[in-house]
């Protein structure tokens, strides 16, 4: 089993920065899809950035140029810088872990972000 936990999120005015944290741990592999995914209400879950097996990037159009997503050197840590923040970007953001090869698809408990204008 692999365990996620996530930290960063706040509140913050529009135009400010945060930046949320996952570490995960127990069964865990470096080559992985590993990234962030959000949920606003009423909404589906979707994704904001998330690295790929084999190490590419991939982000939302719309948080292009404003969030970077960074790892560790053991590839079992994300970051998101977020700059710029918009009351649009408020929403539950998950961590997602998916290793490669052994399966598995894992979650963590989510962290609120809140953007007011």
């Known amino acids: 089993q692999v365990r996620l936990v996530e930290s960063g999120g706040g509140v913050v005015q529009a135009g400010g920065s945060l930046r949320l944290s996952c570490a995960a741990s127990g069964r865990t592999v470096s080559v992985n899809n590993m990234g962030w995914y959000r949920q606003a209400p009423g909404k589906e879950r979707e994704l904001v950035a998330s690295?790929?097996?084999?190490?590419?990037?991939n982000y939302a159009d719309s948080v292009k140029g404003r969030f970077t997503i960074s790892r560790d050197k053991t590839r079992t840590s994300v970051y998101l810088q977020m700059n710029g923040l918009q009351p649009e970007d408020t929403a539950v953001y998950y961590c997602?872990?998916?290793?490669?090869?052994?399966?598995?698809?894992?979650w963590g408990q989510g962290t609120q972000v809140t953007v007011s204008s």
């Open positions: 690295f790929t097996v084999d190490g590419n990037v």
């Open positions: 997602n872990y998916r290793p490669w090869r052994i399966g598995g698809d894992y």
